[in-house]
């Protein structure tokens, strides 16, 4: 009877929670590719990144996902909530795409 229960768990559990906080990798590579179109959108536009400021409040067709500057390492600019996404830090967002200010990933998650 023990082993049942065990398998139920085993068999279960992934189908639960923990797919829901881990996006794809074919997700996860989409939100990058829409995260750095962005980017060059705000670069064509003058957009200045020496602040790490939000450059996507919502990125096309991932709506759980927004698009940051940050630097490498982070510096405290980064950690200023008027640099941030609001999506993100009110908990409408639960993903962000983080890139440095020449525009290349530091993360997705």
Known sequence: MRWLALLALVTVFPL???GAGSPSQDVRDRAVGEA???Y???KAAGTDFARGPCIAEQLPG???WVADVAHRPRQSVDD???NQCQR???GEAHHFVELDPSGH???AQ
Do not use: K, V
């Open 88 to 90: 993100f830090r009110n």
């Open 62 to 64: 991932l709506e759980d």
């Open 80 to 82: 200023q909530p008027a």
């Open 105 to 107: 990933l530091i993360r």
């Open 40 to 42: 060059r959108e705000e």
């Open 16 to 18: 639960t929670g923990c």
């Open 36 to 38: 750095m179109q962005a």
